[in-house]
Each structure stands twice: as C-alpha cells, then as structure tokens.
C-alpha cells in the first residue's frame, strides 16, 4: 500500500506482523508500550513504514535473546543514544576539519607576510602584504 503523494511504501498491521515475523496482536502491544508508533491514515488505521518493519525485526532479535520487554525499551534507548552520540561527533569531526583548514590557510596567508611589518602609529606594527612598499618617512618629530 502506499500513501498519496510520496514513494514510501506502507503496511497494513497484517502485512507488517508478518514481515516482522509477529503476531499482528503483538504490533499493538509494542505500540502501547511505546517501543513502536506506526503512523494513522485519516480513517485512524495503523500503517507502517519499512523502517518500523525493520525495527519490529530488532525487537524480535533482542527477545529471542532473551530479554523481556523492559530489556528491550533499554537496548533501544541506549542504540538511540549511541547512534546520535556517533552522529555528533561525526559532524564535530567535519567541523574540526573545516577550522583546521582554515586555521591552516590563516597560517600560510600570515607566513607569506612574514617579515613584512611596517611601522604605524606610536610605534604599533602591523603586517602588511608583499606587494605593499614599505615606506618610511621623517617629519619633524622623528619617524612614523
């Protein structure tokens, strides 16, 4: 079945029961413990995606495992929580890269004008590019 206007395919609580390997009584229980929430047409039926097809399947795997119900609420949690833990420090590490670069390009661009200081105001320096004549010059006061 498929619902309007997307290419996602859906299931009725039948087709997903038994793609899960489940009981289609089952599928409700998960769903009032909260370990799955299939999604309602406007006419209020359950349908599901092939995500939580797939994640039925995990819940099947961890109880032939033998963990109950509650075992598996935590198992689900903590895969939840390492999965965005992973996810932040890949963004973190993409982000560390990027400031590398930059701080990389901010270093080459400053050893290019590597001695090329040029006298200003009271005496303060500044760096100024290579192409920029360095120019001193005497007034009455002493030097620039």
């Not at 619902?3 to 998960?30: D, K, N, S, W």
């Not at 999965?83 to 901010?106: N, Q, S």
């Not at 290019?112 to 105001?121: E, F, N, S």
Request: glycine share 6%; charged share 35%; proline share 3%.
């Amino acid at each position: 079945m498929s619902t309007r206007g997307t290419q996602e395919r859906v299931f009725l609580i039948g087709i997903a029961a038994e793609l899960a390997g489940m009981h289609p009584q089952t599928l409700r229980v998960y769903e009032r413990r909260g370990l799955i929430t299939p999604r309602r047409t406007a006419r209020n039926t359950r349908v599901y995606s092939e995500r939580d097809v797939a994640l039925l399947r995990r819940i099947q795997e961890l109880s032939e495992a033998g963990l109950n119900l509650a075992g598996v609420e935590r198992v689900l949690d903590l895969e939840g929580r390492l999965a965005r833990a992973e996810r932040r420090c890949r963004d973190l590490r993409d982000e560390m890269d990027r400031m590398r670069e930059d701080h990389r390009r901010d270093l080459a661009a400053a050893r290019a004008a590597r001695g090329q200081l040029v006298v200003t105001v009271r005496g303060e320096t500044a760096l100024a590019p290579r192409h920029t004549p360095v120019v001193r010059t005497r007034t009455t006061r002493g030097t620039i």
